[in-house]
Nanobody
């Protein structure tokens, strides 16, 4: 099993910054991708940013130029630096890890419990 634990959420004022961290632990062969999704009340969960093997990075249009995702492979950790935060960034942020259990085996998706980010106007 793979455990995914997020940290770094909190309350920040408009224009402020936060840094989220996510650590994956447990039994797996290789992590193929790590990323952040968010869900605001009444909305569907949406992709914010992800980083795949080969450092292929994807950002949602709404956060381009403000958020930056990075990964420390040795620590199985992904970070997301969030700058110029807006009230519309308020949501629960979930870390997602895509990993397999054996070379060439199927890939599985694992989720953390989420961390709340609240941006006041």
């Amino acid at each position: 099993q793979v455990q995914v634990v997020e940290s770094g959420g909190g309350l920040v004022q408009y224009g402020g910054s936060l840094r989220l961290s996510c650590v994956a632990s447990g039994t797996f062969f290789k992590i193929h991708a790590m990323g952040w999704h968010r869900q605001a009340p009444g909305n569907q969960r949406e992709l914010v940013a992800s980083i795949r093997s080969g450092d292929i990075i994807v950002y949602a249009d709404s956060v381009k130029g403000r958020f930056s995702i990075s990964r420390d492979n040795a620590k199985n950790t992904v970070y997301m630096q969030m700058n110029s935060l807006k009230p519309e960034d308020t949501a629960v942020y979930y870390c997602n890890v895509i990993a397999d259990k054996a070379l060439g085996g199927p890939q599985f998706s694992y989720w953390g419990q989420g961390t709340q980010v609240t941006v006041s106007s």
